[in-house]
């Protein structure tokens, strides 16, 4: 695989994340440089290629699939303040990402490192020539990076390919409205002709952006929905997300049904707190649509 030129200063490495290559002021800036073992080296390769180094590496945020190879690059790792303490500890991952101490193969990318973090940025910031913009709701620090100049914007995982949603049945988020009010923050960009680039999935622009994105928003309207209609008695999250996996046609998995009961612990914070279900004990936690 070899890098793809986006602009006149730009390009994208492909993988699952890709890693966008920012060229500012004669060097290399990667954003979300990803994991596998040997990624640190193509993407040094490729950035030479260009007669350029490394000179610095931003995150869009902590998760360990997103900045896993950072350490094993020579060059800084900048995140947004509300991440930092996230990729720094590899406890504070499994926090995130799984409610608790993962165990052990539940999640795809658990490595027990730290990865040091050598400053942070605030949203509005413009680090080597790309603005960061609020994407938040699938993190608490979820930082898109816009390149006006080449028109574009790096949204990690402020969305997802169709195939990324279809696989797991529902986004992974932590809070709801937020993942919303980023999704109409980049259809805004859409609009305005700039190409948007999610982590997993490919770049899109136009109307397959605003599709897309749709997509997107339309899951999550209708996971809250389907909350909503299924437990017509007392349910559990973790039957809750069966039946919800079910419904969408994606395999349940241990892993998956695990990693699920994030954003539906999410879903169902927002709900109780509109006063549309509410708590049960009934052999365990149960939650009900409160009529």
């Given at each position: 695989m070899g890098l793809r030129k986006l602009g006149d200063s730009v390009y994208l490495y492909p993988g699952s994340p890709s890693t966008?290559?920012?060229?500012?002021?004669?060097?290399?800036?990667?954003?979300?440089?990803?994991?596998?073992s040997g990624r640190h080296k193509d993407l040094r390769r490729e950035v030479r290629k260009l007669g350029l180094e490394i000179y610095?590496?931003?995150?869009?945020?902590?998760?360990?699939?997103?900045?896993?190879?950072?350490?094993?690059?020579d060059a800084p790792l900048f995140m947004h303040r509300f991440e930092f303490s996230i990729a720094e500890s590899p406890l504070n991952r499994e926090l995130l990402t799984f409610g608790s101490k993962a165990p052990e193969g539940f999640l795809v990318f658990q490595f027990p490192e730290e990865v040091k973090v050598h400053a942070v940025f605030e949203w509005g910031d413009e680090p080597f020539g790309l603005r960061a913009i609020k994407l938040n709701g699938h993190s608490p620090g979820m930082t898109g990076f816009l390149d006006e100049e080449n028109g574009l914007i790096y949204a990690g995982d402020a969305f997802f390919g169709e195939r990324v949603i279809?696989?797991?049945?529902?986004?992974?988020?932590?809070?709801?409205?937020?993942?919303?009010?980023?999704?109409?923050?980049?259809?805004?960009?859409?609009?305005?002709?700039?190409?948007?680039?999610?982590?997993h999935g490919k770049a899109v622009e136009g109307e397959e952006a605003l599709e897309l994105l749709s997509f997107n928003m339309k899951r999550v309207e209708e996971v809250e929905g389907l909350i909503l209609e299924l437990p017509k008695e007392p349910m559990s999250l973790d039957e809750l997300a069966f039946r919800i996996m079910v419904h969408y046609g994606a395999e349940p998995t241990p892993q998956?049904?695990?990693?699920?009961?994030?954003?539906?612990?999410?879903?169902?914070?927002?709900?109780?707190?509109?006063?549309?279900?509410?708590?049960?004990?009934?052999?365990?936690?149960?939650?009900?649509?409160?009529?």
């Open positions: 966008l290559v920012r060229v500012s002021d004669g060097k290399a800036v990667l954003v979300d440089p990803g994991h596998g610095a590496q931003l995150a869009t945020h902590g998760h360990a699939d997103h900045i896993a190879v950072a350490p094993k690059i279809e696989a797991v049945g529902l986004p992974y988020l932590v809070d709801p409205e937020l993942f919303k009010a980023s999704i109409k923050e980049l259809q805004n960009y859409a609009e305005k002709g700039f190409l948007l680039i999610p982590s998956k049904l695990a990693l699920n009961l994030v954003p539906l612990r999410a879903f169902i914070a927002t709900l109780y707190n509109e006063g549309k279900v509410e708590a049960r004990v009934e052999r365990g936690l149960k939650w009900v649509r409160k009529d």
